[in-house]
């Protein structure tokens, strides 16, 4: 297990257990616990900067792929035909973890004042077009951008995958000011 960090030390917790705490060296970029075995459950460092506690982040093992989940940057648009809302796609299991490693093949409709200008993943070595209405998500991501148009009014995005429940968010577009 490698542990990337700025602070000075860090513990790992596997399901609530010390497998020890690890002080960085002045040159060293990351710190290593290079005999953990993987278990089902929660992942957890703690590190430490000037002996206090600085950070945190928690791993958890996910169950299988369930639902869609939306999340857009930004719900209101300028109804001016230039102005963006960035939806990021969530392959996620029945608790509303991301699934990691899913690449569910996700598609998109749009109705209301606004279009799907571009839809991408992540992933640098796909040769997905990014002018479609779908896209297959990658370490369980995907995105779409929605643009508004010149009329205010309700854009609602939806996303549909075989086997998973489907989502919909709503993008209010307003009048330009």
């Known amino acids: 297990m490698h542990v990337y960090t700025s602070g000075d030390e860090a ?11 690890k002080k960085r ?18 992942l957890k ?3 430490y900067k ?9 791993v958890e093992t996910t169950g299988p792929a369930k639902e869609l989940l939306l999340q857009p940057d930004r719900s ?13 796609v969530t392959i996620a299991d029945q608790a509303g973890r991301l699934v990691p490693r899913s ?4 598609a998109f409709d749009l ?19 990014f002018q479609a209405k779908e896209r297959n998500a ?22 549909r995958s075989l086997g998973l429940e489907p989502a919909m968010v709503k993008i209010r577009s307003t009048a330009a000011r």
């Open 11 to 21: 513990e790992l917790f596997l399901n609530g257990k010390s497998l020890g705490r």
């Open 25 to 42: 060296g002045p040159t060293e970029y990351r710190l290593r616990w290079d005999d953990v075995i993987y278990q089902p459950g929660e």
């Open 45 to 47: 460092v703690i590190a």
């Open 50 to 58: 000037n002996h206090n506690r600085w950070a945190h982040d928690v």
């Open 76 to 88: 209101t648009l300028d109804a001016d035909g230039q102005d963006l809302s960035f939806v990021t």
């Open 103 to 106: 690449k569910n093949h996700v």
């Open 111 to 129: 109705t209301g004042p606004g279009e799907i200008i571009a839809v991408d993943n992540g992933d640098a070595t796909s040769f997905e077009p």
């Open 138 to 159: 990658y370490n369980g991501l995907c995105l779409v951008i929605v643009r508004s148009t010149r009329a205010p009014g309700d854009i609602v995005l939806k996303a």
